[in-house]
């Protein structure tokens, strides 16, 4: 144990293995410390949660232990931008500096790559989605051809959204497994085993948690087993995690099942009555559609909790009835149908699919007569509620809480946890991090370790915080021109270039609307939504004087060094409102535990996604640059005390001349 000590205070100390062999390394006590407190949670197969500032280098300080560790590692991130730098850039980058060879997979979920027995059924049907989809099968098929991997993503041109990948790859329910005439080819399996071998295994939270929900219901996981389990950008788990302990369908997903059904049986039987019973389904999908359009007087794109639906408890439970009646009319009808040609046993897997899916569906019905029956006091509730939409309606019952999940979950780990990201706490009282929110969700209080550090950039001098004090309030419609008014003389004198980070598209639009008509060169706007995001952070990058406004994907995982951003204005304090149906039973929960869904959930989710934004400005020790908050209440309300110090310690000012000074010339303002 002490030569591992040894080893990390020898590859982290000024004259240690990074700071011979990585150009710019620059050794931080920070960096040392966590990577002490990793390698005993991973002696100790312990939870740590560890908060670590930009700039601390927490991607090295989790990875060398773990690997000196020797032991099987899996590291689940939010974004794609920070697994493709740890699989594109920091493993390469480590493994020259150890001199060591390190074999890393980054792992996806099924949906990502091609399946050749579903490949093999659709390029056989006689139905396609749209009629450029034969074009597009075929470019698929000769991919199958030439890549190793199998990932669609590598297949430039065809959008993750194009309703033929459904047709294309495998679910849990619809692959053959080992029974696959195509198992020993199979991309899924191959990226697997791949990473089973592999030291190092990289998924997102998605990923993860999925794997998780499968183990606990007893079948087999997507993950190999790890001995060290890393949740970077950890403050994203717990927000993800409620959709993956949801039980839901969808109306679309049942519609889609049922032609899957007729597609397959038609290969083998093409003479059976498969478009009749597919269309009876589909007929009874759009009726149960149509009565909770109806019911929700047409509003695009509702979320409602059932028991607010006038007759769901009689006329959608029949409705949901007739769904079920005409799957079992379906399934009677195909389970006699016996092929010769099926010898992979196609048809075997829709029966036995069918018999589950009626089976969830009876339950649903039941659920929908109960709708608003109240849980047991004291018990985390479950919200039952549906999103409908012109094309289709979900049903979900969803957990308030997962904590309960998790404590489960790390009840039956052997592994060391490690849970790190920029944001994990808020400022307490005292003044000290407070992880209390973050622990609470996750149900980690009562095990896990917790650390700070934070950043090493000298906040002090490196970033103004400027608080104008001539706004209207965020909610008065004069907001966005006043805030667009005390901004605009920053725009003008900033040498580099500008994030305006909204709230909501509103902000977003009227912003642009009142910019575009004040700045000289209105060109140099990059307004979100008028291309995708990466051609828009490319044109940003691009343009001299560059002014992005986006509302809440910019507010993270975008890293812009030096004069690519001087300036970072946020319209208004991100609060998440209780508007969706789990959101409100969250509020009534917390009520009758006695907290307070303001100071014990609004305020702290506000602060993390807050810490976020203000972190886009200073990402290394040479930057320096403005922030700028358009929301009064961080000056006037009581909490803002909380938010401020929440903050890093940036130079408060609440005049727009010493901000503008600072951006032109920080080394001679005061
Ligand atoms: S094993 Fe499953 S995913 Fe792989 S080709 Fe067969 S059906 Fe598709």
């Known amino acids: 144990m002490a030569m591992l000590q040894d080893n990390l205070e020898g590859i982290f100390a ?49 990875l060398i232990p773990a690997l000196i560790s020797k032991r099987q590692i899996t590291i689940t991130t939010a974004s794609k931008t920070l697994q493709d730098q740890l699989f594109k850039k920091d493993v390469k980058i480590l493994s020259k500096a150890l001199s060591r060879k390190i074999d890393v997979a980054v792992l996806k979920g099924r949906a990502n790559y091609v399946c050749r027995l579903r490949l093999d059924v659709t390029a056989s049907s006689d139905r396609l989605p749209e009629a450029t989809s034969g074009e597009k099968l075929r470019e698929i098929i000769a991919f199958t051809k030439t890549t190793e991997t199998g990932d669609l993503s590598e297949l430039a041109g065809l959008p993750e959204t194009d309703p ?12 053959l497994g080992a029974k696959c005439p195509h198992a020993e080819k199979c991309f899924v399996n191959m990226a697997r085993e791949r990473a089973a071998e592999a030291d190092i295994v990289i998924v997102n939270h998605h990923l993860y948690l999925s794997d998780l929900v499968l183990k606990k219901s007893g079948a087999p996981g997507l993950l190999p087993e790890s001995e060290v389990l890393v949740f970077d950008e950890a403050h994203k788990l717990s927000d993800i995690a409620s959709d993956y302990f949801s039980e839901s369908f969808s109306v679309r997903q049942l519609a889609e099942f049922a032609d899957d059904i007729r597609r397959t049986g038609k290969t083998f039987f093409p003479e059976g009555a498969w478009d009749k019973h597919a269309k009876n389904v589909s007929e ?3 009726a149960f559609h149509d009565f909770l359009r109806v019911q929700t007087a047409f509003v695009e794109d509702v979320q409602i909790e059932l028991k607010e639906i006038e007759d769901i408890h009689t006329t959608g439970a029949d409705l949901l009835s007739e769904v079920v009646k005409a799957f079992t009319d379906y399934l009677n009808f195909f389970e006699n149908v016996e092929s010769d040609k099926d010898e992979a046993g196609l048809l075997e897997l829709a029966k036995e699919n069918a018999a589950d899916l009626i089976s969830v569906l009876r339950v649903w019905v039941l659920r929908l007569k109960d709708a608003g029956h109240k849980p047991e006091k004291g018990k985390a509730p479950e919200v039952l509620w549906a999103r409908i939409t012109e094309k289709n309606a979900i049903l979900n019952l969803t957990p308030v809480s997962v904590r309960e999940h998790f404590k489960l979950a790390r009840a039956t780990s052997n592994s060391a946890w490690i849970f790190t990201s920029a944001t994990l706490s808020v400022k307490g009282e005292d003044g000290e991090p407070n992880f209390d929110f973050f622990l609470h969700e996750l149900g980690l209080e009562d095990i896990a370790e917790t ?7 000298d906040f002090e001098n490196q970033a103004f915080l400027y608080l104008p004090e001539d706004l209207a309030d965020t909610n008065d419609e004069r907001f966005a021109q006043t805030l667009g008014k005390s901004i605009l003389p920053l725009l003008k004198a900033n040498p580099g270039k500008t994030f305006i980070l909204c709230t909501s598209y509103e902000k977003m ?11 000289e060169n209105p060109d140099v706007i990059c307004l979100q939504g008028t291309t995708g995001k990466a051609q828009l952070l490319e044109r940003f990058k691009e343009m001299d004087g560059a002014v992005l406004i986006g509302s809440m994907s910019f507010w993270e995982g975008v890293d812009m060094k ?19 149906p789990v959101d409100r039973a969250r509020e009534a929960f917390l009520k009758e535990q ?4 303001f100071m014990d959930y609004q305020l702290p989710v506000m602060i993390m996604t807050l ?18 908050i358009g929301d009064n209440r961080i000056a006037k309300k009581g909490y803002g005390k909380i938010v401020r110090a929440s903050l890093p310690a940036m130079t408060k000012t609440r005049f727009l001349t010493r901000a503008k000074s600072f951006l032109v010339d920080p080394e001679n303002t005061p």
Not at 509 to 519: G, H, I
Not at 563 to 580: C, G, M, Q
Not at 594 to 597: D, G, I, Q, Y
Not at 611 to 628: A, F, H, N, P
């Open 14 to 62: 000024p004259d240690g293995v990074l700071s011979q062999t990585l150009k710019g390394f620059r050794a931080r006590p920070s960096q040392l410390a966590f990577a002490l407190v990793v390698k005993d949670a991973i002696d100790n197969q312990s939870t740590v949660a560890v908060e670590a500032g930009t700039g601390t280098g927490k991607t090295f300080a989790y």
């Open 164 to 175: 033929l990948i459904p047709l294309v790859t495998s679910t849990q329910r619809n692959c």
């Open 562 to 580: 030096g004069e690519n951003l001087r300036l970072v204005v946020i319209d208004k304090l991100p609060f998440k409102p209780f508007d969706t």
């Open 611 to 628: 810490r976020q934004g203000v972190g886009r400005l200073i990402r290394s020790e040479d930057d320096y640059g403005v922030v700028v």
């Open 451 to 457: 650390h700070t550090w934070a950043s090493p950039f």
């Open 284 to 286: 009874a999908l759009l």
């Open 509 to 519: 639009n009227a912003l642009a609307t009142y910019l575009e008509v004040m700045l």
């Open 594 to 597: 006695n907290r307070s869904p």
